[in-house]
């Protein structure tokens, strides 16, 4: 099949179709392309609610923390069951009660260092966090999923630049990760082996769409990407969820989380902004044996930190639309070195 022209490429993950229109990329741009400054932020700030020691606006104080720190999102999206639920409702207007707990993850106490800039033993402290906290929240009564995300960047949606990420538990599983779970579940029943097991193994075969890699984990950019630079991490080993990460994949994870972090900074020379989250076995009583533990980084940027990318037009009323292919988004960030911009 020829690439370069018009096609769709179907989600394995989720059964959505996306159109690649790979002609599209060599249209001139005479839109914004400037760089933007880098931004210098303090270790300490006093007006900062995430800092160490400062006072958040519901009155608490955060401790001296040294390390990460946990809190309950003092703005929760989502709140504990209290007595007896309302009944759900159904027909033309359907609707059911929702409940469940909202936490915040400081990665550190400094206010400047963002993922890419922390040490990899603090970047394995966050997963052994997130881990934690996944285990503690998926054992509460109600509970059946936890999802880890970080927003970062104020383009996509972050109130506060102290590097953070969130965890949401919920009493039903989420619509993606429920579409991809019932896709895993086809595809194993079908062919008795595990979706991202096959997929990972043959994206290394080919290595056209390979961003990094190591013994445990894979970073790429999937064949159906929709973002710019869209990148899913994958476990090299089939394992359901962080809790079920050994040592050595932790070590492993943090090494490759940080190296696309890294190679995404340096592709703007920016604090490169995206939405990142984990994609795990949902708590809900049942094997889930074909859920392989992935992450997705969704990032707007489309040719500069100045141009982002949006969902519009066609996008919007019909089906996601990409120009930048996942083989040259994935060649792109490949060029990117390896030593963050800011420490050269």
């Not at 990420?165 to 062919?191: D, F, M």
């Not at 982002?308 to 009323?317: A, D, I, T």
Request: net charge negative.
């Amino acid at each position: 099949m020829n690439f370069d022209r018009p096609h769709r490429r179907l989600n394995l993950l989720t059964g959505d179709w996306v159109l690649v229109s790979p002609h599209r990329a060599r249209r001139p741009w005479l839109g914004q392309v400037e760089k933007m400054p880098v931004d210098r932020l303090p270790v300490y700030d006093p007006t900062c609610y995430l800092c160490p020691g400062n006072r958040r606006s519901n009155g608490t104080v955060n401790p001296p923390y040294t390390q990460t720190f946990v809190f309950d999102n003092d703005f929760a999206s989502l709140l504990p069951q209290e007595g007896e639920e309302e009944t759900a409702q159904s027909g033309l207007f359907t609707s059911e009660p929702e409940s469940g707990l909202c936490r915040v993850v400081c990665f550190s106490p400094d206010h400047s260092l963002t993922l890419p800039e922390l040490a990899q033993e603090q970047v394995e402290t966050v997963i052994r966090t997130w881990t934690e906290q996944t285990m503690e929240l998926g054992g509460t009564p109600g509970i059946q999923y936890v999802q880890v995300f970080e927003n970062k960047g104020a383009m996509m949606g972050c109130s506060n630049p102290h590097p953070h990420s969130q965890i949401w538990a919920t009493g039903h599983i989420p619509n993606e990760p429920a579409k991809e779970l019932v896709c895993q579940e086809e595809y194993l029943r079908s062919h008795g082996t595990c979706l991202l097991c096959d997929y990972v193994k043959a994206e290394r075969e080919k290595g056209e769409r390979i961003v990094a890699q190591n013994e445990r984990f894979t970073a790429l950019v999937p064949f159906w990407a929709v973002w710019p630079f869209e990148v899913m991490l994958v476990a090299n080993r089939h394992t359901g969820s962080l809790a079920d990460l050994t040592p050595g994949e932790v070590s492993g994870l943090a090494d490759i989380m940080q190296e696309v972090t890294v190679r995404y900074d340096n592709l703007f020379e920016i604090s490169f902004p995206y939405s990142m989250g984990f994609h795990q076995k949902p708590f809900d009583g049942k094997a889930n044996a074909a859920q392989h533990l992935h992450a997705h980084y969704y990032p707007p940027l489309l040719r500069s930190a100045a141009v982002r990318k949006f969902m519009v037009g066609f996008e919007m009323l019909s089906m996601p639309q990409r120009d930048i292919t996942a083989e040259l988004a994935a060649a792109r960030l490949r060029e990117m070195a390896w030593v963050h911009y800011k420490a050269r």
